[in-house]
Nanobody, 126 residues
Framework: QVQLVESGGGLVQAGGSLRLSCAANGRTFSYIAVGWFRQAPGKEREFAAAISASGGATYYADSVRGRFTISRNNAQNTVYLQMGSLKPEDTAVYYC???????????????????WGQGTQVTVSS
């Protein structure tokens, strides 16, 4: 069992930066992939970024590539999402998810992740 807790959300002006953290307990965390998903009001949850268990592979949605960076520190059981050049359309609740994802296509799919955090709100003002 893995429990995830997100932090770092808040209100920021367009063009600004935020760093989200996803802290996990459970000894298996370093063996599983982690993804960040986001959900804006009235919209479906969408993929933002993901990282493999070792941290050697990262994946990004086209909408955030070049602006967001995902990283992980397995010794501290934490995954980060550094967000820069933020836009109002980045406003959403951001969720951290973890699971034994192996196939590249599955990193983008919410249903492939077994564990989810409670979410953290990110609001970007124009």
């Amino acid at each position: 069992q893995v429990q995830l807790v997100e932090s770092g959300g808040g209100l920021v002006q367009a063009g600004g930066s935020l760093r989200l953290s996803c802290a996990a307990n459970g000894r298996t965390f370093s063996y599983i992939a982690v993804g960040w998903f986001r959900q804006a009001p009235g919209k479906e949850r969408e993929f933002a970024a993901a990282i493999s268990a070792s941290g050697g592979a990262t994946y990004y949605a086209d909408s955030v590539r070049g602006r967001f960076t995902i990283s992980r520190n397995n010794a501290q059981n934490t995954v980060y999402l550094q967000m820069g050049s933020l836009k109002p359309e980045d406003t959403a609740v951001y969720y951290c998810a973890a699971g034994p994802v192996l196939d590249v296509r599955d990193y983008y799919t919410p249903g492939k992740y077994n564990y989810w955090g409670q979410g953290t709100q990110v609001t970007v003002s124009s």
